[in-house]
């Protein structure tokens, strides 16, 4: 396999994407598994960057690294929550179903790259506009409009639930 | 008299020297492009990438940042009709205060660093390197100077290499101002996660008072440019530099201060908020919580420090690119600046235009800084949504609006000289005199016993 500068920066994003989401889960502390999945985030968005996608790389850095995680963040450090771990024992049965969960997922996952003719991974036959803002918009605006308007229908129905529910202490 | 011409005389040194100052960039971003083309078969862009992150990134927005801490000194000094830092003497002159650059990083370098106990041990070191790291990056996609061909550069570059363009910007994602939004929503963790790792209440209370802020006024920050981008039709900064350049109400160019007064306030404000600067410095109000990096010291608390000034450079080089026209030197016309000089001087004077552009931007944060009180808390949520925010919203419609009636954009630039008139003219009335219910404000509080 040759070494090409695309595989060195996949690999620089790559690893620290494993071990940071390996973080998150690992982490004893809230803060630390928050800040292992900013992490995260942002080798992801690199990896974006590499398959051309620019726009869902720096949105995925804008809303998920920037915006969610920030206001998790912020719940965590206020609440400070590091304070009760949680009980291992109570937890046996939730474990078992965990570790299938992930293990079926990782077999789908791998019949499905396994299923991946080589020739697909070399070729990378891309139109010129391919990830652009302009491409983007132009398939979400016209083919996806009504999923998409359907999204925003379903975010205002949450922000009005959130006020809804903090109403009663303001 | 002699006052006067000396400032002229110091304008036009300071001009002169932007300009030899971005040749020599264009010198060094061509040279290293040929080389690496020349001897590693890299695309040019390569070398002048290389180049224009030594070049812009550490020399024009670290040396700026720095100085800008000085100048902070010196003009506040100025305002407050005091002298100023003057006491390091460099063989019997105070040259402006400029030694003390060196003498600031001197003394944090080598003060004590005295981390509080119970401290959370990484969060605490990592912080200010994730105040800092965001906002250097930012600066990567500032198109300062515009692309000339290398051949221009380096003589012996030729044929398609020699055409080949050169600009004066480090990086051009396609996804442009959508790049300024995501790396500057990242600046909030080293704020809130050095208020918090610093196991101390002042510091935490710093910290949560600078992500509410930073978090709230991001929305109108983002919002405040899609004016702009629905006019130029673009995210791309250089694009929206060279849409600049076109003449729109006759000679007048279609500058986005002049199609955009809106966004440009709202913008201008939000990103000001963003620095945590006064009038918006309650994260780190010095009279009342001292701030999120009250447990710092040494060069952990420089490293902040510099990362606000650092801000200050890539808010003034933003808005330089996207409202005041980038490289266009306003006061001749680009096209006849093109044809009369060299592609290396129409380069030079264009970078030196932009420089000189955002040095008068950042001399008015320094001003604004200085002149204006700091607000109360609930005055800045109030200011961001229930005035900013609206405002945006309406700007993007109203901008909407014009370009599907006229979208030669003739129409969105007499509202926009509308909005300026009417702008002004309100400043001039209200002016002096209390604004309306400020007076029954302060009876309320009168009443409150306060």
């Not at chain 1, 983007?136 to 639930?161: H, K, N, R």
């Not at chain 2, 100052?21 to 070398?47: C, D, I, K, Q, R």
């Not at chain 2, 929206?240 to 006759?250: D, E, P």
């Amino acid at each position: 396999m040759q070494i090409t500068a695309e595989l060195v920066c996949f690999w620089i994003f790559a690893i620290p994407l494993v071990v940071t989401a390996l973080g998150v889960v690992v982490a004893r502390s809230p803060v630390y598994a928050a800040m292992n999945l900013v992490a995260a985030f942002f080798f992801m968005a690199g990896l974006y960057v590499l398959l051309a996608a620019h726009l869902i790389a720096f949105m995925q850095i804008l809303v998920y690294a920037g915006a969610v995680m920030v206001l998790f963040l912020f719940v965590i450090m206020l609440l400070s929550l590091d304070e009760e771990h949680p009980q291992r024992e109570r937890r046996r049965a939730m474990q078992y179903v965990g570790v299938l969960g992930a293990v079926s997922l990782l077999a789908v996952l791998a019949s499905a790259i396994a299923r991946v003719p080589d020739a697909a991974m070399s070729t990378l036959a891309q139109p010129d506009r391919f990830g652009t803002v302009k491409a983007v918009g132009q398939v979400l605006y016209t083919e996806f409009l009504l999923p998409f308007e359907v999204t925003s229908l379903l975010l205002l129905v949450a922000i009005v639930g959130a006020v809804v529910v903090a109403k009663e202490r303001i | 008299m002699n006052r006067l011409i000396g400032m002229v005389v110091l304008i036009g040194a300071v001009v002169a020297g932007l300009v030899g100052l971005s040749a020599a960039f264009y010198l060094a971003a061509g040279g290293l492009a040929w080389v690496f083309a020349e001897y590693l078969g890299a695309p040019p862009s390569f070398g002048a990438a290389i180049a224009n992150v030594v070049t812009l990134m550490l020399v024009v927005m670290m040396i700026s940042g720095s100085l800008l801490t000085v100048a902070e000194r010196k003009w506040s000094a100025m305002m407050q009709n005091r002298i100023g830092a003057n006491r390091i003497k460099v063989l019997g002159s105070a040259l402006g205060g400029i030694p003390f650059l060196a003498a600031d990083a001197l003394k944090m370098l080598t003060k004590e660093s005295a981390p509080p106990r119970g401290r959370t041990r990484v969060l605490y070191e990592m912080a200010p390197a994730l105040a800092f790291a965001p906002v250097f990056a930012l600066f990567a996609i500032i198109p300062l100077g515009p692309p000339i061909p290398l051949g221009a550069i380096v003589d012996s570059a030729a044929g398609a290499l020699g055409s080949a363009g050169v600009a004066l910007q480090v990086a051009s994602p396609d996804a442009g101002l959508l790049y300024i939004f995501a790396i500057s929503s990242l600046a909030v963790y080293g704020t809130s996660l050095a208020g918090w790792a610093s196991n101390n209440k002042l510091a935490l209370l710093g910290g949560v008072r600078a992500s509410s802020q930073m978090i709230s006024y991001e929305v109108s920050l983002g919002l405040s440019l899609v004016g702009t981008m629905l006019a130029y039709r673009t995210l791309r900064l250089e694009e929206m530099v060279t849409a600049q350049g076109l003449a729109v109400l006759g000679p007048v160019p279609a500058l986005g201060i002049l199609l955009q007064p809106v966004g440009f306030l709202i913008f201008f404000a939000s990103a000001f908020a963003e620095t945590k600067r006064a009038p918006f410095d309650l994260p780190e109000g010095e009279s009342e919580i001292v701030g999120y990096f009250v447990e710092y010291s040494g060069m952990k608390f420089g490293l902040m420090f510099l990362a606000e000034f650092v801000e200050i450079v890539v808010l003034s080089a933003i808005i330089t690119a996207v409202f005041l026209g980038g490289w266009h030197p306003i006061v001749v016309s680009t096209e006849w600046l093109r044809q009369t000089v060299t592609p290396l001087w129409f380069g030079a004077i264009c970078g030196g235009a932009f420089l000189a552009k955002m040095i008068v931007l950042m001399w008015l944060q320094l001003t604004i800084r200085w002149l204006l009180p700091r607000f109360r808390f609930d005055q800045i949520q109030k200011l961001c949504w229930k005035i900013l925010l609206p405002a945006a919203i309406a700007n993007i419609f109203i901008t909407a609006g014009a370009l599907l009636l006229d979208p030669s954009m003739q129409l969105l630039a007499w509202i926009g000289v509308a909005t300026i008139v009417i702008i002004g003219a309100i400043t001039a009335a209200v002016g002096r005199a209390p604004a309306p219910g400020e007076h029954d404000h302060a009876a309320a509080h009168a009443v409150a016993g306060h």
